[in-house]
C-alpha cells in the first residue's frame, strides 16, 4: 500500500521510540524525532548510509538529513505540526500530549489501519511471553497460517509500530503481538485483540504498577470484552471472568517438549489452548510443540564436560525461582540490573534463599557488580561471592565448575547473556 503522507514524528527516544524511527525509516518515511533527554544511546538507531549533519546547541543538539531530523534536549512543535502521524512511547500514553493527540487522531495507530482489521492475538504476562509468542507461531505456520508476528521491543521484536507498518504492506492471516506489562492500555487502544493468552503475573516492573493490585486493573482493562486464556490457577481469575467476553482456563501440557522446565509445559498449555480453539489440528499442535527449541536468550541446556549448563534471561524474582525450583545448582551465575531497577536485585534474594555454593555476579544491563556485592553482603550470603567482568572470564568459571552436576547462568542483559549462550553452544558442540 502506497501511503500520501509520508512524515511521522517520534516523541520519545527509548527502546520503542529508536525502534519505530528505524521501522519508518525502513518503510520509506521521513522522520523527525525528539527526546528531552540530551544524554541518549543513539547506538541503536540503524542510520547506516545517511549523510547527517550535527548541530550543537550546547545543552541540546541536533542531527539532520534528507529523511530525519533529530533533536536531543528540546522538542520542536512546529516540526510535529507538519508530521501527518506520531508516534509516541508507549509510556506517554493516557498523559496529556497524548490525550491531545487522540482527539486530533494523529497517532500512528489511527492513521494507518490495517492492522486493526485483521485477527489479532495478544500474548502478556510476567515471564514466558516470548516463548509462547514462537511456540503458537509455529503451530500456526505449520497449519499453513501466514502470521505476522512482533510487538514488544523487550521481547527482541521489532517494535509495536513495526507490526503497524508491516501489516500496510502484506497479506496476513493472523497478527500475533507479545504486550509487555507495561503497555497495556496503549496496545488496548493501538490493536484490536480478538484473543488475549495471559502467561502468568509476577513480580517484575514494580517501579511502573507499584503493587501486584495495579497490576490486576490494568490487566482487567485490557481483557474487557475480550476472548481470554489464564492458567486455571491463576491468581485473580474471578475479576478476569467477571470482565471477559469468553473465558477458558489452560494447564500444563502433558506431552514430550525439547525445552526445560514446568514454566514452559504452562506456556505450551496456553499455546495449545489458543491453537485449539483456533481448530488446529491437535497432531499439528503435537508436532510443532515436540519440534520446539528454545528461543535465542531464553532458557537452554548444555553440557560441558560433567555439568548440564543452563543458559537463559531470568531478571525477576518470580522467573528465577520458577527455575531454581527445577534442580540443584553448584553455581548460580547472575548479571546485574540497570542501576535504578533496584526491584530487580530481588533476583539476588531468591538465589542467596537457595544457597548455592558459588553465585557469580557479572555486568548484565549496567555494570554495577558492587550494588550487588553489597546486596550479597547484606542478605549474609555465606558461600563464595565471585565477579566476572568479561565473558571470557565467564566461561573460565565455567570450565572451573564443570566437573560439578549443574549450574545456572541467568539475570538481567539479554544481549550479554545472548553472548553467553552462544559460547557455551559452541564449546559444547565441539566436546561432543
Given at each position: 500500500m502506497v501511503l500520501f503522507f509520508m512524515k511521522a514524528a517520534v516523541i520519545g527516544l527509548g527502546v520503542e521510540g529508536k525502534k519505530a524511527v528505524n521501522s519508518l525509516l525502513k518503510h520509506g518515511w521521513e522522520v523527525y524525532a525528539s527526546d528531552l533527554n540530551s544524554n541518549v544511546d543513539l547506538s541503536d538507531l540503524e542510520l547506516g548510509g545517511i549523510s547527517l549533519n550535527f548541530l550543537d546547541g550546547g545543552e541540546s543538539f541536533s542531527i539532520v538529513s534528507d529523511s530525519i531530523t533529530l533533536d536531543l534536549g528540546f522538542t520542536n512543535s512546529e516540526l510535529i505540526d507538519e508530521c501527518d502521524a506520531i508516534a509516541i512511547s508507549p509510556s506517554m500514553f493516557g498523559g496529556s500530549f497524548a490525550n491531545k493527540l487522540l482527539s486530533e487522531g494523529n497517532l500512528l495507530s489511527d492513521v494507518v489501519t490495517n492492522h486493526k482489521r485483521m485477527f489479532t492475538i495478544g500474548i502478556t504476562g510476567t515471564n514466558g511471553k516470548t516463548t509462547t509468542v514462537h511456540m503458537l507461531k509455529s503451530i500456526l505456520e505449520n497449519?499453513?497460517?501466514?502470521?505476522?508476528?512482533?510487538?514488544?521491543?523487550?521481547?527482541?521484536?521489532?517494535?509495536?509500530?513495526?507490526?503497524?507498518?508491516?501489516?500496510?504492506?502484506?497479506e496476513y492471516d493472523i497478527l500475533l503481538v507479545e504486550v509487555c506489562d507495561m503497555t497495556l492500555d496503549f496496545c488496548r487502544y493501538?490493536?484490536?485483540?480478538?484473543?488475549?493468552?495471559?502467561?502468568?503475573?509476577?513480580?517484575?516492573?514494580?517501579?511502573?504498577?507499584?503493587?501486584?493490585?495495579?497490576?490486576?486493573?490494568?490487566?482487567?482493562?485490557?481483557?474487557?470484552?475480550?476472548?481470554?486464556?489464564?492458567?486455571?490457577?491463576?491468581?485473580?481469575?474471578?475479576?478476569?471472568?467477571?470482565?471477559?467476553?469468553?473465558?477458558?482456563?489452560?494447564?500444563?501440557?502433558?506431552?514430550s517438549l525439547k525445552v526445560f522446565g514446568k514454566f514452559n509445559k504452562l506456556n505450551a498449555g496456553l499455546a495449545m489452548a489458543?491453537?485449539?480453539?483456533l481448530k488446529v489440528p491437535k497432531d499439528i499442535i503435537r508436532q510443532s510443540l515436540y519440534d520446539f527449541e528454545a528461543v535465542s536468550g531464553r532458557l537452554d541446556v548444555y553440557k560441558i564436560n560433567d555439568a548440564l549448563v543452563y543458559v537463559g534471561k531470568t531478571d525477576n524474582s518470580d522467573a528465577l525461582k520458577s527455575v531454581l525450583t527445577e534442580r540443584d545448582f553448584y553455581a548460580i551465575f547472575i548479571g546485574t540490573p540497570r542501576s535504578h531497577e533496584t526491584h530487580r536485585l530481588e533476583i539476588i534474594d531468591e538465589a542467596v534463599k537457595y544457597n548455592p555454593e558459588v553465585i557469580v555476579v557479572f555486568p548484565g544491563l549496567d555494570d554495577n557488580l558492587d550494588l550487588?556485592?553489597?546486596?550479597?553482603?547484606?542478605?549474609?550470603?555465606?558461600?563464595?561471592?565471585?565477579?566476572?567482568?568479561?565473558?571470557?572470564?565467564?566461561?573460565?568459571?565455567?570450565?572451573?565448575?564443570?566437573?560439578?552436576?549443574?549450574?545456572?547462568?541467568?539475570g538481567n542483559g539479554q544481549e550479554a547473556i545472548i553472548n553467553i549462550q552462544e559460547r557455551i553452544k559452541l564449546i559444547s558442540e565441539k566436546l561432543q
Open positions: 497449519a499453513g497460517k501466514k502470521v505476522l508476528v512482533g510487538g514488544n521491543g523487550g521481547g527482541g521484536f521489532s517494535g509495536y509500530y513495526d507490526l503497524m507498518l508491516e501489516a500496510e504492506n502484506g493501538a490493536f484490536d485483540f480478538d484473543m488475549i493468552g495471559l502467561t502468568n503475573i509476577g513480580n517484575d516492573h514494580m517501579d511502573v504498577h507499584k503493587t501486584i493490585a495495579n497490576y490486576k486493573d490494568s490487566l482487567v482493562r485490557f481483557f474487557d470484552g475480550k476472548e481470554i486464556f489464564t492458567a486455571f490457577n491463576q491468581d485473580f481469575n474471578s475479576n478476569f471472568k467477571e470482565v471477559a467476553k469468553k473465558h477458558i482456563s489452560y494447564f500444563e501440557y502433558q506431552d489458543i491453537a485449539g480453539e550487588a556485592i553489597y546486596r550479597l553482603n547484606y542478605l549474609r550470603y555465606r558461600g563464595r561471592v565471585l565477579t566476572a567482568t568479561s565473558l571470557d572470564d565467564i566461561i573460565a568459571l565455567v570450565a572451573e565448575f564443570s566437573h560439578e552436576e549443574a549450574m545456572l547462568i541467568g
